[in-house]
């Protein structure tokens, strides 16, 4: 790995800001909702964790971890980073705190008539060049079709993934999309 340290943010920590940055310069408002339960840590299994270098934030990631899956549910590096290797950095580290066990990730899918394909793909590919591979076909989550990608050979049946997603999902099903920094 290269030269960074990884730091879970939990509770008061000084990089929260830094997080919430990365964050609202990375995801489309419609994938957006509150960081809360990370950043609280009020959520068994769901944990944030910022990857700096020289006491920098340059990405952050957020898991979720429940019997033998470990879900990424978010992966973002900062817009003036980028492509520097910084998100391949965060893939290992994410595989190593995963030890062994089986590790998916969402992704937007690409179909005809979609938007920003270009980004859809370029995204897909890093997925793909850093072992993920799909699994099942698109899923819809609030009005946007995704694919689910799992790491390596392991293996993943939509019953796996619905039983996750029944014990996660409920954290923000209810929630409205969040614009607001304030409420990240």
């Known amino acids: 790995m290269s030269d960074f340290t990884i730091k ?6 000084p990089y929260r800001a830094a997080v919430r ?3 609202m310069q990375s995801f489309p408002l419609f994938e957006r909702v509150s960081l809360e339960p990370f950043f ?8 944030m964790f ?4 020289e006491n920098e934030a340059e990405a952050f990631f957020c898991t979720l971890k429940r019997g033998r ?6 992966i973002a590096v900062d817009e003036k980073k980028r492509g520097r290797g910084i998100g391949s950095d965060v893939i290992k580290a994410a595989i190593e705190m995963a030890a062994g066990k089986v590790i998916f990730l969402d992704c937007e899918g690409i179909y005809p008539g979609c938007t920003d394909r270009a980004k859809r793909v370029k995204r897909l590919c890093f997925y793909r060049k850093n072992g993920f591979r799909e699994v099942g076909g698109l899923h819809e989550w609030r ?16 019953e796996d993934i619905q ?4 014990v ?4 923000w099903d209810s929630e409205d999309v969040v614009g607001d920094l304030d409420k990240v």
């Open 21 to 23: 940055r990365i964050y």
């Open 143 to 158: 009005g946007e079709k995704f694919v689910t990608l799992v790491h390596g050979d392991a293996e993943i049946s939509e």
């Open 163 to 166: 039983d996750f997603w029944r």
């Open 40 to 47: 609280t840590c009020s959520v068994n299994g769901a944990e």
């Open 168 to 171: 996660f999902g409920k954290l």
């Open 50 to 53: 910022v990857l700096l270098r």
């Open 69 to 74: 899956f470990f879900y990424l549910f978010y």
């Open 8 to 13: 879970k943010v939990c509770g008061d920590n």
